[in-house]
């Protein structure tokens, strides 16, 4: 990857080239894969080839993606990798002009949307995944009550731990190769609401 950080969405062409249910999907799966050609992708979301290269290269006009080093001997074959260590959208980005808004309302809707499909997979899935995974598997609930800069400071705490996790175990696969080791989607939600 180009770069290890995370970049921030604040461009609104940016967030709608993002916002799309097909590059969405391609996206993830790109920063999963960590790179990949047209076809390989095209594979896993069941579309033509012409179609997921078009959406990759609208993904790389907004700088999300960037072409790979090839990783076969087909120069014919062109590999993408994602140009950052994920990205970010923030609510403060995009408050500043209706349209703006509501850009980041239907994207949030999609991101959502496609998590929730994510975990309705795993849990259609469940018996496959064997009694080690299903027990170290997580979801729950807490209802607290926070200020906002306590939100905040959970935020931040949450992400330095995840991050700690991330680290560790991409430098143990480096280590040794698990073969037990897998993607793991993590969905943290953290909002107010009103009884």
Do not use: C
């Not at 799309?20 to 920063?31: A, I, Q, S």
Request: net charge negative; charged share 30%.
């Amino acid at each position: 990857m180009a770069s290890k950080e995370n970049r921030r969405i604040t461009e609104l062409g940016t967030l709608k080239a993002l916002a799309h249910p097909l590059r969405l999907k391609l996206y993830r799966l790109l920063f999963v894969a960590e790179a990949a050609t047209a076809s390989h992708l095209a594979e896993q979301v069941d579309e033509a080839v012409s179609l997921v290269s078009y959406h990759l290269r609208k993904l790389a006009e907004h700088g999300l993606i960037e072409e790979a080093e090839p990783r076969s001997g087909d120069a014919r074959e062109r590999w993408w990798q994602p140009a950052s260590d994920g990205v970010s959208v923030r609510d403060e980005d995009f408050q500043d002009a209706p349209e703006k808004v509501a850009a980041h309302l239907a994207a949030s809707r999609l991101f959502l949307e496609q998590r929730s499909e994510m975990y309705r997979t795993y849990l259609d899935e469940r018996a496959h995944w064997g009694p080690e995974w299903n027990e170290a598997a997580y979801d729950g609930e807490s209802l607290l009550r926070l200020t906002a800069a306590e939100l905040g400071d959970l935020k931040e705490e949450l992400q330095e731990l995840i991050k700690k996790y991330d680290e560790q175990g991409r430098a143990r696969e480096a280590a040794d190769g698990t073969a037990e080791r897998k993607n793991v989607a993590l969905h943290v939600y953290g909002f107010p609401f009103q009884v």
